[in-house]
Nanobody
Framework: QVQLVESGGGLAQPGGSLRLSCAIS????????MGWFRQAPGMQREMVAV???????NYADSVKGRFTISKDNAKNTAYLQMNNLKLEDTAVYYC??????????????????WGQGTLVTVSS
């Protein structure tokens, strides 16, 4: 069973740092893109950062210069390094990935997968 497993959320003070990890568990054939989204209470889910299979990155304006997305292809794991955290970064952070895997019927399946979410709280 293919799934995204997130870790690294928690409590940080303003100006502090946290590092999120998202590992793809299970066997996949291809991973085209991974990214992080977040959803604050009462708000819509928004893109935070994405990274392509070739390493190209894109960031929301609100996190540029503070957050860095990276990926270890050998480990099928993406990371989000969050520095200089602000109160408004408080949200549930979700990992997202475009995957291709072989199912039990021997068929290739393209799947836009989501992680379970990890809570990041920035508070003094």
């Amino acid at each position: 069973q293919v799934q995204l497993v997130e870790s690294g959320g928690g409590l940080a003070q303003p100006g502090g740092s946290l590092r999120l990890s998202c590992a793809i568990s299970g066997t996949i054939s291809r991973n085209d893109r991974m990214g992080w989204f977040r959803q604050a209470p009462g708000m819509q889910r928004e893109m935070v950062a994405v990274i392509s299979s070739g390493g190209n990155t894109n960031y929301a304006d609100s996190v540029k210069g503070r957050f860095t997305i990276s990926k270890d292809n050998a480990k099928n794991t993406a990371y989000l390094q969050m520095n200089n955290l602000k109160l408004e970064d408080t949200a549930v952070y979700y990992c997202n990935a475009d995957l291709l895997y072989l199912n039990s019927a021997g068929e290739y399946v393209a799947w836009n997968a989501w992680g379970q979410g990890t809570l990041v709280t920035v508070s003094s």
